[in-house]
């Protein structure tokens, strides 16, 4: 979480999604079936389908990856009101799902512990940027 703090204030990094699970990675189950990650391999209603169908990747996997790649930090409502969702992401799908039950909704007590760290660093981060010398670490750490 700092790192990310760091990137957005130094950089301008911004991100809209804590990982690329279900379109930039995929899980493969020793079985054949295909995970949107390794975090959800067993978990059946996010499988994206088995390898040996034949009409694999088909319409259930579209759905899948559609349903992880709509859920962004803007389309996630809890995300959408957040002062630091640039920074954080979101939390990460897996955690989500299995402390909500759902993808789509970041548990509170993620974003009030993230919310929490980035309003205690901050000020650290902007004291940093305020020292030459250490500013050209933080910029060269984050690649600003």
Request: overall charge neutral; glycine content about 12%; some cysteine.
């Given at each position: 979480?700092?790192f990310?703090?760091?990137?957005?204030?130094i950089?301008?990094?911004?991100?809209d999604?804590?990982?690329?699970?279900?379109?930039?990675?995929?899980?493969?189950?020793?079985?054949?079936?295909?995970?949107?990650?390794?975090?959800?391999?067993?978990?059946?209603g996010?499988?994206?389908?088995?390898v040996d169908?034949?009409?694999?990747?088909?319409?259930?996997?579209q759905m899948?990856?559609?349903?992880?790649?709509?859920?962004?930090?803007?389309a996630?409502?809890?995300?959408?009101?957040?002062d630091?969702?640039?920074?954080?992401?979101?939390?990460?799908y897996?955690?989500?799902?299995?402390?909500?039950?759902?993808?789509?909704?970041?548990?509170?007590?993620?974003?009030?512990?993230?919310?929490?760290?980035?309003?205690?660093?901050?000020p650290?981060?902007a004291?940093?940027?305020?020292?030459?010398?250490?500013?050209?670490?933080?910029?060269?750490a984050?690649?600003?």
């Open positions: 979480h700092t990310r703090l760091a990137a957005q204030r950089a301008g990094y911004a991100t999604r804590p990982c690329v699970a279900g379109g930039g990675i995929l899980a493969l189950a020793a079985d054949g079936t295909v995970y949107p990650c390794e975090h959800f391999v067993g978990v059946a996010l499988a994206m389908g088995r169908e034949a009409d694999f990747p088909g319409a259930h996997f899948v990856a559609a349903r992880f790649d709509g859920c962004t930090t803007s996630r409502p809890r995300c959408n009101a957040c630091v969702r640039e920074a954080c992401g979101g939390q990460c897996a955690e989500a799902y299995l402390a909500t039950g759902a993808i789509e909704r970041p548990s509170a007590d993620h974003c009030a512990l993230v919310k929490n760290i980035f309003h205690v660093i901050e650290e981060l004291r940093g940027l305020d020292n030459t010398e250490q500013a050209g670490r933080l910029r060269q984050v690649g600003g």
